[in-house]
C-alpha cells in the first residue's frame, strides 16, 4: 500500500552570505532574494545621505547592479550586508561629486515615503532631527551617525563601510553628538566649568 505524499518542507532561510555564494556559482534566483530583503535599506541609507527620494531609489538600483557585477569579488568570511553598504556608500559618493548643487535639497514630506517600521520609529521630534543633522553636519559625521544609529551598525562594521579604523569613527560620533548638542541647547555652547568626556562610547 502506497505511503500519502508528505507535505512539502518548509524552505530553509538561508544567510546572506549563503545566497551570495550561492549567486558566486551563477543562481540569479538568490541575488534576486538579496535584492529584496536588502533594498529598502539600502533606499532609506541613500536617502538619508542625500535628502531625495527618487535619487536614492536609482541610486540604490545602481547599488545592486554593482554588486551583482562584483559579486565574485565578496569574501563570505566577512558580512554581506556591510559589503553591500560599502559599495552603496561609494554610490552615494560619486553622485556627490557629479551632482552636488543638489545634495541639500532636503524635502520634508519624503521621509513619511520609508518603510513603515523605520517611519514610526523616526517619527515627529527624530524624524526633525535627523533633518537637521544632514544639514548641520559634515557628510562624514552624519554618515557614522546613521550608520551607528540608524542603521545600527557596531563601531568595526560601520569603520569598514566607511573604510576607515574605529578610532576615527568614534571621533567623528563625538564630534557629531557634541555639535548636535550644543545646535539643540544653546546652553551647551557657553562655558560652564563642565567638559564633554572624550572616552565616552557609543
Not at 36 to 58: T, Y
Not at 161 to 189: C, F, G, I, W, Y
Request: glycine letters at 2%; one cysteine or more.
Amino acid at each position: 500500500m502506497l505511503e500519502a505524499p508528505s507535505a512539502d518542507p518548509k524552505p530553509v532561510e538561508l544567510s546572506a552570505e549563503e545566497l551570495a555564494l550561492r549567486c558566486q556559482e551563477g543562481c540569479l534566483e538568490s541575488f534576486e532574494h538579496l535584492v529584496h530583503q536588502f533594498e529598502q535599506r539600502i533606499v532609506n541609507f541613500l536617502n538619508k545621505m542625500l535628502g531625495c527620494r527618487q535619487d536614492a531609489e536609482d541610486l540604490a538600483q545602481e547599488t545592486f547592479i554593482k554588486a551583482y557585477k562584483n559579486i565574485h569579488r565578496f569574501d563570505p568570511q566577512y558580512k554581506f550586508t556591510t559589503w553591500l553598504f560599502t559599495i552603496a556608500k561609494r554610490t552615494a559618493m560619486n553622485h556627490y561629486r557629479s551632482a552636488r548643487a543638489t545634495v541639500e535639497l532636503t524635502p520634508e514630506k519624503e521621509v513619511d515615503e520609508r518603510d513603515p517600521s523605520l517611519a514610526l520609529e523616526e517619527k515627529d521630534q527624530a524624524q526633525s532631527l535627523w533633518h537637521k543633522a544632514r544639514r548641520l553636519l559634515k557628510p562624514s559625521q552624519f554618515e557614522a551617525l546613521w550608520l551607528r544609529y540608524g542603521e545600527g551598525f557596531s563601531i568595526g562594521e560601520t569603520a569598514k563601510v566607511m573604510r576607515t579604523n574605529e578610532l576615527r569613527v568614534r571621533v567623528l560620533l563625538h564630534r557629531a553628538r557634541t555639535k548636535m548638542a550644543k545646535q539643540l541647547d544653546p546652553q551647551a555652547s557657553r562655558p560652564s566649568g563642565k567638559t564633554e568626556n572624550p572616552s565616552r562610547k557609543p
